[in-house]
């Protein structure tokens, strides 16, 4: 767990976006974990979306709070959402949350679309539990309701065992040009690697241009992180 004086301020995560840009950053993805639990997360939406050269804002997340928040995401400066859904099956829903109503992700896609935040994407992990039905009620669910579907093959990152995203552009490590930046700002080149670079101890130019450096052909292994910290 990560301690609380640790986690980058608004002001922190803007200052590095306003470094970023002038070396070639345009888009930006807040992941998680769940962005949606950051108290104010609508605020640093806007804070990113008004720096010059920013011209994407996406955002992943479980939608369980997207109803409440995507109008005022979009009036922020958010573009569009990936929404993690693993299944569109009530009950399976709730014995994979512990208890979850899939009614909220149902609303909150809703929502996004008439807040205007399109395309509304699906990240749907296949696990060994996943039922070929499951996979056929996800795939009718999405063609129905106009959502693009990408299948994410269950990962680990201590063994180093990842794949390519089916209808997406992730684990494609030839064409990768994700860095990420964890909550408490640590620069990772790569998922699958234990390289890391603190910008509040390098700097934000020096731990990025690291990052770059040190950005590997190909991901191996990662025993430092989950990837609830590492926004997967
Ligand atoms: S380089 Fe790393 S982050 Fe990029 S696709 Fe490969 S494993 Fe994933």
Same mark, same amino acid.
């Given at each position: 767990m990560i301690d609380h004086n640790e986690i980058l301020s608004f002001e922190e995560i803007t200052e590095v976006v306003k470094k970023l840009v002038p070396m070639g950053i345009s888009k930006i993805r807040f992941t998680g974990g769940e962005p949606l639990v950051r108290k104010g997360i609508e605020n640093l939406v806007g804070m990113v979306s008004a720096i010059p050269g920013i011209r994407d804002i996406a955002l992943t997340t479980n939608a369980i709070r997207l109803e409440e928040y995507a109008g005022i995401l979009a009036e922020k400066g958010l573009k569009r959402v990936n929404i993690s859904l693993d299944t569109v099956d009530p009950d399976r829903y709730s014995e994979i949350t512990r208890g979850g109503d899939i009614g909220h992700v149902f609303r909150g896609i809703e929502k996004a679309r008439t807040a205007g935040l399109e395309p509304v994407k699906i990240n749907c992990v296949r696990t060994a539990d996943t039922s070929e039905k499951e996979l056929k009620d996800m795939e009718l669910f999405c063609l129905k309701e106009n959502l693009e579907i990408r299948y994410i093959r269950q990962m680990d990152l201590a063994s180093g065992s990842f794949y390519g995203v089916e209808g997406g552009? *992730? *684990?494609?490590? *030839?064409?990768c040009n994700r860095i990420r930046l964890t909550a408490n700002g640590n620069f990772k080149p790569c998922l699958f690697s234990e390289y890391e670079y603190n910008i509040r101890e390098l700097g934000i130019v020096q731990a990025y241009q690291m990052a770059l450096a040190n950005k590997p052909a190909r991901g191996q292994v990662n025993s430092r992180n989950e990837f609830y910290n590492i926004g997967g």
């Open positions: 552009d *992730g *684990g494609y490590c *030839g064409k």
